[in-house]
């Protein structure tokens, strides 16, 4: 049984910077697709980010793009979301996902087969 265990979320004020973390457990992940998502309250569950199993492809949207950065360490089968420059929008419960699958839009939820149970993010203005 594979399980996915986030951690690193909290409050911080904008502007500041969280160091999120998901722990895989149960199989060794390293074809995995890794992902993160986000859902802010009354919306609906949002991509973030993904770091592709074997050649190790990283896409995320454009509201992060120069603030966040997805990677992974296969040794501690863990992936990680480092956020810097947060803003108050950003505050989400964030997900994190995995996928058996090597091609596809890994921006859809559909595509992942494992998920945590979310780890909340809360930014102060």
């Known amino acids: 049984q594979v399980q996915l265990v986030e951690s690193g979320g909290g409050l911080v004020q904008a502007g500041g910077s969280l160091r999120l973390s998901c722990v895989v457990s149960?199989?060794?992940?390293?074809?995995?697709?890794m992902a993160w998502f986000r859902q802010r309250p009354g919306k609906e569950r949002e991509f973030v980010a993904v770091i592709t199993g074997r050649i190790g492809s990283i896409y995320s949207i454009e509201s992060v793009k120069g603030r966040f950065t997805i990677s992974k360490d296969n040794a501690k089968n863990t992936v990680y979301l480092q956020m810097n420059s947060l803003k108050p929008e950003d505050a989400a419960l964030y997900y994190c996902?995995?996928?058996?699958?090597?091609?596809?839009?890994?921006?859809?939820?559909?595509?992942?087969?494992?998920w945590g149970q979310g780890t909340q993010v809360t930014v102060s203005s």
């Open positions: 149960g199989r060794t992940f390293d074809n995995y697709a």
């Open positions: 996902a995995a996928s058996q699958r090597t091609v596809g839009d890994f921006s859809l939820g559909r595509m992942y087969d494992y």
